[in-house]
């Protein structure tokens, strides 16, 4: 088991920042990619970011490339989530994930954590 906890949401204005963390435990947190994904009112849950276990691989949904940025500490557990140029498209609750090596879908989850963006 892997449990998965996000922080950093809030409220902020169209071209502001934020930055979401996600703090694991339970595994050895360096086995797992880890992903992001928000999901707006009304709406499906989307892929925003995915994270390779070492942090060397990257990859974006074509909405968040260029302003979003995922990195990750390992050695702190922890994976973060650099948002810039928020849109008020990007309001979403937005959740942390954990993929086991091997795996086909991210098994874990967090709780989410709002994330609004006023015009």
């Known amino acids: 088991q892997v449990q998965l906890v996000e922080s950093g949401g809030g409220l902020v204005q169209a071209g502001g920042s934020l930055s979401l963390s996600c703090a694991a435990s339970g595994r050895t947190f360096s086995d797992y990619a880890m992903g992001w994904f928000r999901q707006a009112p009304g709406k499906e849950r989307e892929f925003v970011a995915v994270?390779?276990?070492?942090?060397?691989?990257?990859n974006y949904a074509n909405s968040v490339k260029g302003r979003f940025t995922s990195s990750r500490d390992n050695a702190k557990n922890t994976v973060y989530l650099q948002m810039n140029s928020l849109k008020p498209e990007d309001t979403a609750v937005y959740y942390c994930?954990?993929?086991?090596?091997?795996?086909?879908?991210?098994?874990?989850w967090g709780q989410g954590t709002q994330v609004t963006v006023s015009s």
């Open positions: 994270i390779s276990r070492s942090g060397g691989r990257t």
């Open positions: 994930a954990a993929q086991a090596p091997g795996a086909g879908s991210f098994d874990y």
